[in-house]
């Protein structure tokens, strides 16, 4: 019996003894007690709202919230996780003040029942060792929203940010110990909290809402960008940089330059990092201020860490991927036009022992740039500049790439035949000298020609293969005769061979009939000797230019009726043949006049090419009586030439007078013939009766 009650209290120590221990170890590492199974509770498919799913949890349950707008106050009082999925909004508060709680996913509206005055939202946390992150405060309706930090220590925020600009800030006082990252605040003020980290946060002045640190000593603030310089009061002083290489802090009204890198900013070249310190007050320092904001980038888990890229750019960055198939790093960057841009890359070693065996090389639109590097223990940074405006940046692993240059005839390259290493993206020139008398025709890379370029420039993107083509300089003289005549040599194109005996050719312009040779262009040079002499010095174009100066030729017209006097009101008709050998006639009238050629009538004539392909017709109205009517044909060809016939300038004439006027001026003419003469017998006979 005396043996089972010892047995009994053997055992009863020993669990009184393992419970001491993992009491003593939850205070000493700061495990936080949970359940041994822990459940799930989900909003709105166990409970309508938020704050009754809280309440019937039990210690480390998980709390989902399904997307969705929830009109209530949130009191997150036990130490549970309040998860949400998508965009789960809550209204005017969101408080927690259980330790070891995690709060994720939720944005904090204000009053929705008075949008334009009234509260905003506010996130109140005043416990320790919780875990907030992905809170957005605020609606943007422009009212005051607030995050509120009391009595808290060992806590960790990410991602919080203010929606409203005006008014809105963080408030901290009486913590320590926390840390706030990835957050951005309109307005800072940080009262009587120590040793607290404060990591890639956005942090502006706006408003009411000042930046300012007061009692509050061994914070630490670096990669941070701050859009004003704080209020550093009495009695404050903090670490404003995270050493060299890392740097500081991004400051807006920075004015220093970047000309030298290096601990002491003694080294010739730049690094992204400000030359001289930037001066907080009292007592504040960053010694290593960034010169330009600071961006991160999330890039997955990596030796069991979630890991982050990290760019300092006066460029703004797009599109960033990280490749782990391809192993490439890659993003867009724009700035404005003729300026410089830099980027400074901060990589985990990890990643880069695990993408590329520590060698790497950076390019800028497929090409290879210069890069500056320093390491410490985590990190690599490489520093590199390029001129705007747009280019896409890459780093892969270097490797060498092979050149091919082939053997060339009738010329040489400079290098010469061989074959060349070369880096990936490096961009190589190679230029050529063809041998006397002889031109490079084109280059042959991977095959293909890619023009005559000379020098050549070869990006090294993988292996190639180059080889210069040369040709013998053949110069070709074309000749081109325009209407109305031709050369001797013929119109053509004739090739001459640089250094044959032939360095002169002698061209003459042939006219057609009707045509007159006008001038030459010669490589659009008017010239007008004829023949012309041509210098083969080069490719010439030489072009004949004739003219249409020729007027026609008309003969002498024929009229109907043939006599030069007409009857009263008949039609006379006018016949010619006029021809032209150049550009041909255009048209050809008929004149005349009744007045001597103080006044003219004009009639075109009609072409008679059924009779005869020179032949024309006018007509000529009848007119009365007494008339003179005189006339002359002027004929024009295409090229504006006119020629007139007129009779040698008297033009040609006809009288209208009527045809049987001559019968009664003839009897009278024999009535008074045989008058006269009976008169005349009968005065004989009378005196040769006497």
Partial sequence: MRTKKLSILRKLSGIIILVLVAYVLAFTFNIMPVKSESGTIIVPDDF????????????????????????????????????????????????????????????????????????GGILRVNASRVWIENITIGDGNGRFNSFEVSSASYCNFTNIRNADRFPAGAFIENSDNNVFQQNEFYGLIVENSDNNRFINNVISYVGLNPIRLNSSSNNVFYHNNFYCVPEIL??????????????????KYYSGGDLYSGPFQNVTGSDGIGDAPQIIGSGNVDRYPLMAPFNSFEVGVWDGENRNIEIISNSTISDFKLNTIEKTLSFNVIGENGTVGFCRITIPAVIMENMWMNNYTVLVDGKRVETREWKDIKDIYIFFAYN?????????????????IETSIKGITDPSPGLYFHFVGELVSVSATPDLNYRLAYWVLDGINVGSQNPIEILMDSNHTLQAVFTQIIYELSI????????????????????????AVTVTAIPSIGFSFNYWLLDDVKRT????????????????????DIPPDISEPIKQ?????????????????????????????????????????????????????????????GYKNGTWVIYKIIAFDNAGNQATKDGNGCCYQYH???????????????MTITLSSAVLKRTCLKYRIL
């Avoid at 280019?391 to 490797?399: A, E, G, R, V």
């Avoid at 209208?656 to 024999?670: A, G, K, S, W």
């Fill in 234 to 251: 009495e009695g404050s002083i903090n670490q404003w940089d995270n050493e060299y290489p890392s740097g500081g802090n991004f400051w």
């Fill in 48 to 119: 309508s709202s938020i704050q009754q799913a809280i309440n019937a949890a039990n210690l480390g349950d998980t709390v989902i919230v399904k997307q969705g707008i929830y009109d209530e106050k949130i009191f997150v009082n036990k130490s549970i996780r309040l998860i949400g999925q998508g965009n789960c909004t809550v209204y005017l508060l969101l408080d927690v003040s259980a330790n070891y709680a995690k709060v994720a996913n939720f944005i904090i509206g204000g009053d929705r029942y008075n949008p334009f005055a009234g509260c």
């Fill in 480 to 503: 081109i005769a325009t209407a109305g005549g031709t050369t001797n040599p013929l119109p053509g194109t004739y090739t001459y061979v640089k250094g044959a005996q032939v360095n």
């Fill in 656 to 670: 209208v007078i009527p045809e049987h006027l001559l019968t009664p001026i003839l009897l009278t003419l024999m």
């Fill in 529 to 548: 000797e004829n023949p012309i002499t041509v210098i083969i010095d080069s490719d010439h174009t030489l072009e004949a230019y004739f003219v249409d």
């Fill in 561 to 621: 009726p043939l006599s030069d006097e007409v009857e009263p009101y008949q039609e006379v008709h006018v016949w010619v043949n006029v021809t032209d050998y150049g550009t041909g006639i255009k048209y050809v009238t008929l004149w005349h006049s009744l007045d001597n050629g103080i006044t003219w009538t004009i009639a075109n004539m009609k072409a008679c090419r059924e009779i005869h392909e020179t032949l024309w017709e006018g007509t000529i109205p």
């Fill in 388 to 404: 705007y405006s747009q280019h896409k940046i890459t780093i892969l692993q270097t490797y060498t790439t092979t050149l091919q």
